[in-house]
């Protein structure tokens, strides 16, 4: 079983939609893994770190933007007026940079073995299934 983050009876009452996806969410895979390769991998660019509560919004924002259909990703960072036909559906430069978005996109990995000798097109999400599933 995953370790996941555990809350008596009397919290479980009061639980926000945050608290519920950090209980489901296996947090030593957050830290141990996903976390520490995004860390590793910023490290490589020289780029600032990434904490737990940046993960989210980043996570946050990415969940947000697959709610919409047809609109490109850089549409949410647009300067043009907000317009539900063009230009910005909604701001996000107030919670996180386009290049940070970016950067933390192109730094995320799933898993942080090294890849197998066979052919294993699972890979790159096994770890995360694992965590997940056991």
Not at 18 to 24: K, M, T, V
Not at 37 to 45: F, G, Q, S, T, V
Not at 54 to 65: I, T
Not at 83 to 91: E, H, K, M
């Amino acid at each position: 079983m995953p370790k996941l983050i555990q809350l008596t009876d009397s919290e479980s009452n009061v639980m926000t939609i945050l608290s519920l996806f950090l209980c489901l969410f296996p947090a030593t895979y957050l830290d141990e893994v996903l976390l520490a390769e995004i860390n590793r991998n910023l490290d490589k660019e020289k780029a600032r770190r990434i904490g737990l509560g940046e993960f989210l919004r980043f996570l946050g924002l990415w969940y947000y933007m697959a709610t919409f259909k047809g609109v490109t990703r850089a549409q949410f960072w647009s300067t043009k007026d907000i317009d539900p036909y063009s230009g910005a559906l909604i701001r996000f430069h107030g919670m996180m940079s386009k290049q940070r978005f970016d950067l933390i996109l192109r730094s995320l990995r799933y898993t942080n073995r090294l890849a197998p000798a066979h052919e294993d097109k699972f890979h790159g999400i096994r770890q995360l299934i694992e965590a997940a599933t056991s």
